[in-house]
């Protein structure tokens, strides 16, 4: 069964940064797509940076763009979420998620739903 692992949220303060990583293990990521959501308590899960790892196509909503960048490395099978000037609405627990590359589309597939597989989340917390 594939398995996608966050790893690099916790605390930080207004204003700073977080690189968040997903690593999968029995999946390629070559031949899906990754989309990053974040969830907080009490609603929906919010898609928050899409990729396609096949040709590197993205999406962002525009709570996030010009803040956060998605990127990924598959030869590592590795996929990041570079965040900054986080504010404490960004303040969730943050999920990797992968879909088929032959369904997947940055914008409108990029669905929680619809995603293949869901790692267990990482939490941030933004706050002074």
């Known amino acids: 069964q594939p398995e996608l692992v966050e790893s690099g949220g916790g605390l930080v303060q207004p204003g700073g940064s977080l690189r968040l990583s997903c690593s999968g293990s029995?999946?390629?990521?070559?031949?899906?797509?990754i989309g990053w959501f974040r969830q907080v308590l009490g609603k929906d899960p919010e898609a928050i940076a899409c990729?396609?790892?096949?040709?590197?196509?993205?999406w962002y909503p525009d709570s996030v763009k010009g803040r956060f960048t998605v990127s990924g490395d598959n030869a590592g099978n590795l996929a990041f979420l570079q965040m900054t000037s986080l504010q404490p609405d960004d303040t969730a627990v943050y999920y990797c998620?992968?879909?088929?590359?032959?369904?997947?589309?940055?914008?409108?597939?990029?669905?929680?739903?619809?995603?293949?597989?869901r790692g267990k989340g990482t939490l941030v917390t933004v706050s002074s």
């Open positions: 998620t992968a879909m088929d590359d032959r369904r997947f589309l940055p914008r409108a597939t990029c669905v929680w739903r619809d995603m293949d597989f």
């Open positions: 029995g999946i390629s990521f070559r031949y899906y797509g």
């Open positions: 990729i396609s790892m096949s040709d590197k196509s993205t």
